[in-house]
């Protein structure tokens, strides 16, 4: 089991920063893919970026050149830096691992999510 804590958002107005950041505990030596997902109600829950456990990392095209994500060196903390905020970020930001156990095979883990709100 992998336990994923969030912490960071809030509220910001248009053209400002905020930062994401999730914790992971438990049996993270499993742990492969960390990134970042967001849900806006109504909507179906939609991929904002990764970083394999090499370091390479993938945006979706409405976060490329604004949101930047990292992962520390023992790969337990992924952080989501999200710049230039539009409107239309508004969502409520999950942060997501894969895990690989021999025995049990892929898994998926999800924090609890991180309201981001902003205004114009």
């Known amino acids: 089991q992998v336990q994923l804590v969030e912490s960071g958002g809030g509220s910001v107005q248009a053209g400002g920063s905020l930062r994401l950041s999730c914790a992971a505990s438990?049996?993270?030596?499993?742990?492969?893919?960390m990134g970042w997902y967001r849900q806006v109600p109504g909507k179906k829950r939609e991929l904002v970026a990764y970083?394999?456990?090499?370091?390479?990392?993938n945006y979706a095209d409405s976060a490329k050149g604004r949101f930047t994500v990292s992962r520390d060196s023992a790969k337990t903390t992924v952080d989501l830096q999200m710049n230039s905020l539009k409107p239309e970020d508004t969502a409520v930001y999950y942060c997501?691992?894969?895990?690989?156990?021999?025995?049990?095979?892929?898994?998926?883990?999800w924090g609890q999510g991180a309201q981001v709100t902003v205004s114009l």
């Open positions: 997501n691992v894969d895990c690989w156990m021999t025995l049990r095979g892929w898994r998926e883990y």
């Open positions: 438990g049996d993270t030596d499993c742990i492969t893919n």
């Open positions: 970083i394999t456990p090499e370091g390479d990392r």
